[in-house]
Antibody, heavy 121, light 107 residues
Framework: EVQLVESGGGLVKPGGSLRLSCAASGFTFRTYSMNWVRQAPGKGLEWVSSISGNSGHIIYADSVKGRLTISRDNARNSLYLQMHSLRADDTATYYC??????????????WGRGTMVTVSS | SYEVTQPLSVSVALGQTARITCGGNNIGSKNVHWYQQKPGQAPVLVIYRDTNRPSGIPEGFSGSNSGNTATLTISRVQAGDEADYYCQVYDTSTTIVFGGGTKLTVL
């Protein structure tokens, strides 16, 4: 079964750091671009970052540039999001999503269930 | 930066056809994708590249895209179709953009 499972969320103080993980299974992880998408409580979806299969192409939303870093370990079938200088408006559920449609790196065909990050003092 | 606009809510009677729009400047020149999200659940891809339905998505879901408006159409709406729906596009200036979402209510 194709599956993505996020972990690492929690409560963190403003200015703090957190590292999210996403464990992939059921598919050849290294051949797919991966993404982080977040959703603030009661709000819509916001794309955060994308990374290609070999990590050669990485892009970020302007709102997180310089503070969040995406990475992956293909040997461990894992995707990561390192978060620094966290702010209250980073509070959200963070979803890991696979770009699984050939020639369409912006189509997210598989999503995890998400992990909640709360930034509060 | 590129923006896409969705109505906050759409209501439709059971068994009728729902149409949810996604507006943007010359959006017809872009690929539009649609996601369904039910409360407490992760989003699910229902239409990609304007008109394509992933395997497992009912035939009642279809899409179109022309000019400044893309449309998700749900035929013969069921109670289980009640959800939030998001359009998504890629733009070179803002990369990946989601619409604000439309809450579909089935009456």
């Amino acid at each position: 079964e194709v599956q993505l499972v996020e972990s690492g969320g929690g409560l963190v103080k403003p200015g703090g750091s957190l590292r999210l993980s996403c464990a992939a299974s059921g598919f050849t992880f290294r051949t797919y671009s991966m993404n982080w998408v977040r959703q603030a409580p009661g709000k819509g979806l916001e794309w955060v970052s994308s990374i290609s299969g070999n990590s050669g192409h990485i892009i970020y939303a302007d709102s997180v540039k310089g503070r969040l870093t995406i990475s992956r370990d293909n040997a461990r079938n894992s995707l990561y999001l390192q978060m620094h200088s966290l702010r209250a408006d980073d509070t959200a559920t963070y979803y890991c999503a696979r770009a699984g449609v050939p020639d369409s790196p912006d189509v997210f065909d598989i999503w995890g269930r998400g992990t909640m990050v709360t930034v509060s003092s | 930066s590129y923006e896409v606009t969705q109505p906050l809510s759409v209501s439709v009677a059971l068994g009728q056809t729902a149409r949810i729009t996604c507006g943007g400047n010359n959006i017809g020149s872009k690929n539009v994708h649609w996601y369904q999200q039910k409360p407490g659940q992760a989003p699910v891809l229902v239409i990609y590249r304007d008109t394509n339905r992933p395997s497992g998505i009912p035939e009642g879901f279809s899409g179109s895209n022309s000019g400044n408006t893309a449309t998700l159409t749900i035929s013969r709406v069921q109670a289980g179709d009640e959800a939030d729906y998001y359009c998504q596009v890629y733009d070179t200036s803002t990369t990946i953009v989601f619409g604000g979402g439309t809450k579909l209510t089935v009456l």
